[in-house]
């Protein structure tokens, strides 16, 4: 069934949705994700600020990278080579250069129609966006129970195999043991709540990621010269050009697209969750910086994975290695034993903040249609059983599961940003409009959206620094002309 449903949404489905939707939003956003590239480095110091008891821009980047950088750039990676081959890397790059636009707009949108709690804090994702957007609930509440199947049960049950196959190969430590040690950890960390999640993956994140990057750099330096062949072979294998690599162009297409949307997520509704929670002045700055963490995620870190993998010599097509352990060889491979230690680790430090993030985008599906104490109580247990459950299945199994559940979220969320796709515009153009005219940080004016479904606690009437509709349209024309 799982083999079923999978050769349907991958090989037919998705395929088309995701890299055509990809391919029509950058053409019609006249390719936001590089207009905006280098800007997506300025925002970064306003991304810093925040208001008191509200995640900084910053903080809801770095929580999305933390779930995006897991065991996607290092599992998922080894896995799309083995089943299709280095072309697949190049297929991975295509989803995540077309993906940047759809993850600026699913971000945006999320911005736009997030909610202010009680409390004070915000919140919103695709539900509300379904919900606000196009006056569907129903179909929020889908999007939102694929949601938390696929990030509490599927995504986590993926990391645990990960993680725990990988102690297994380096320590020979038991996968149970390992499962229960996670389970242990996680049961401890997710009754902290969303901020002190952040707080975690502010100083984590940063700092496994460079460590991962400064070692992927040695390995590539040590062996400079091969890195163009590695570069040609990848082109050539995505074209069916290298026969002698996995099923041809098919299954590099495939697996690509299927591990590049595991990896970075872009158009799968998870980092829309976190885009919202962040206090900006307008939807479409959020939008912008979001679009980095799909960049990072996969033209850096699992590139990285990629070239380390291709230059050790260890891959071999054919040869049965499971995920994660193909990675630990090639890194032991050129520097030694003590690299397989360091993947270890550096994988142990990325699955720890991705198996939080997972959860806590499963707690914030769950709080779309019920506000109850017990189904909340009831999710964590089901999220500590599938962690433990994951540490000790084959790959097959959970990447099969995962891989279902992925893509009918995928499906649902990328329907749902097609047919909000001109609300989505609006709010870039109002962006342009104000940067065309000279405004270094754009300020969103809710007057301009007054005919949409829009939370005035979120967005008070008259913001400060919101330039008047009429001088942002003439701006906006005089950009175009």
Not at 12 to 35: A, E, H, N, P
Not at 174 to 192: D, E, K, R, Y
Not at 440 to 448: A, C, G, K, L, N
Request: proline share 4%; net charge neutral.
């Amino acid at each position: 069934m799982l083999d079923l449903l999978n050769d349907l949404l991958w090989s037919k489905l998705l395929i088309v949705m995701l890299i055509g939707l990809g391919l029509y939003f950058s053409v019609r956003s006249r390719f936001v994700q590089f207009r905006y590239f280098g800007r997506m480095f300025r925002i970064f110091a306003e991304a810093f600020q925040r208001q008191p008891g509200q995640l900084s821009s910053f903080q809801a980047l770095m929580l999305s990278v933390a779930g995006r950088v897991g065991a996607g750039n290092i599992a998922g990676v080894s896995v799309a080579i083995m089943l299709g081959g280095p072309g697949a890397i190049f297929w991975m790059w295509v989803v995540a250069l077309v993906g940047m636009a759809t993850s600026y707009f699913e971000c945006a949108l999320a911005q736009l129609y997030k909610r202010r709690d009680a409390d004070g804090s915000y919140r919103g994702g695709p539900a509300f966006y379904i919900e606000h957007g196009l006056g569907q609930r129903w179909l929020g509440i889908v999007v939102s129970l694929l949601l938390l199947v696929t990030f509490g049960f599927g995504f986590n049950a993926v990391q645990s195999f990960t993680v725990a196959s990988s102690l297994h190969d380096t320590f020979g430590l038991p996968t149970h043991v390992s499962g229960i040690a996670l389970v242990v950890v996680i049961g401890l960390i997710i009754f902290g709540g969303i901020k002190r999640i952040a707080k975690i993956a502010d100083i984590l994140v940063p700092s496994m990621a460079f460590a991962y990057i400064a070692m992927a750099l040695f390995v590539i330096g040590s062996q400079l010269d091969q890195v163009p062949q590695v570069f040609a072979l990848i082109v050539k294998s995505a074209f069916g050009l290298e026969p002698a690599f996995a099923g041809g162009i098919g299954a590099a297409i495939i697996m690509g697209v299927k591990r590049g949307l595991f990896s970075n997520e872009a158009g799968l509704g998870s980092a829309p969750n976190v885009a919202a929670v962040a206090e900006v002045k307008h939807p479409a700055a959020q939008g912008i910086v979001q679009s980095l963490s799909v960049f990072i995620d996969t033209l850096i870190l699992c590139t990285c994975t990629a070239l380390i993998i291709l230059l050790s010599g260890v891959y071999q097509p054919g040869a049965e290695m499971a995920g994660v352990v193909l990675t630990q060889s090639a890194m032991a491979a050129v520097v030694g034993e003590w690299g397989r230690v360091f993947v270890s680790l550096a994988l142990l430090l990325f699955v720890f903040t991705t198996l939080i993030y997972n959860y806590y985008l499963g707690e914030n599906a769950l709080g779309f249609f019920t506000s109850k104490r017990l189904p909340v109580q009831v999710y964590r247990v089901l999220v500590i059983a599938l962690v433990l459950w994951g540490s000790v299945q084959d790959l097959g199994t959970v990447f099969a599961f995962a891989d279902v559940t992925m893509g009918l979220l995928a499906v649902a969320n990328l329907v749902a940003l097609a047919l909000l796709f001109k609300v989505g515009l609006r709010l870039m153009r109002d962006y342009d409009s104000q940067v065309a005219a000279g405004v270094e940080s754009p300020v969103f004016d809710p007057r301009q959206f007054a005919d949409l479904d829009l939370d005035p606690a979120a967005w008070p009437a008259n913001p400060t620094g919101a330039a008047p509709a009429a001088d942002a349209e003439v701006a906006y024309s005089a950009h175009q002309r």
